[in-house]
């Protein structure tokens, strides 16, 4: 399966800093589920550990890849994929991210949302949709 994605970016007075989306199959991280070279450069520790007390650990996995490839996209540019975190549970159709302080302050992000798709069977498709909105963290202690 391709990875379809869209992304845009563009000065808000709504606050949106900008959006982006990634799908991808679940059936791709079924390797890294089993614990087989699971790249710590991309996933956070915690997101290995509740992945696997998940009932499908490749969705999860799945979920938190596109949430970090949908924030990329957002983002207009390069980050460390670990100051991103998503953990997913089933069922969930949406979310706060959990994004690392520097990155916050840097991108001027003040939340992170996401919106989950998954397909029905195991091994189907995950869709995320990230939303970056302002925040005025840079104005405390200003």
Do not use: Q
């Amino acid at each position: 399966m391709e990875t379809a994605s869209l992304t845009w970016r563009f000065e808000s007075p709504s606050g949106l800093l900008g959006c982006g989306v990634d799908l991808e199959s679940a059936e791709r991280f079924s390797k890294w589920a089993a614990g087989i070279d699971t790249p710590a450069f991309v996933f956070t520790p915690a997101e290995i550990a509740h992945a696997a007390s998940l009932p499908d650990p490749a969705l999860g996995l799945a979920v938190a890849f596109c949430c970090k490839e949908a924030v990329f996209k957002a983002l207009g540019g390069p980050y460390a994929f670990t100051e991103c975190e998503l953990l997913y549970r089933p069922g969930m159709t949406g979310g706060e991210i959990a994004l690392n302080e520097n990155l916050r302050r840097a991108s001027g992000i003040g939340r992170a949302v996401a919106f989950i798709r998954t397909g029905a069977a195991a091994g189907g498709d995950v869709l995320v949709a990230v939303c970056l909105l302002a925040g005025d963290g840079e104005k405390e202690g200003a």
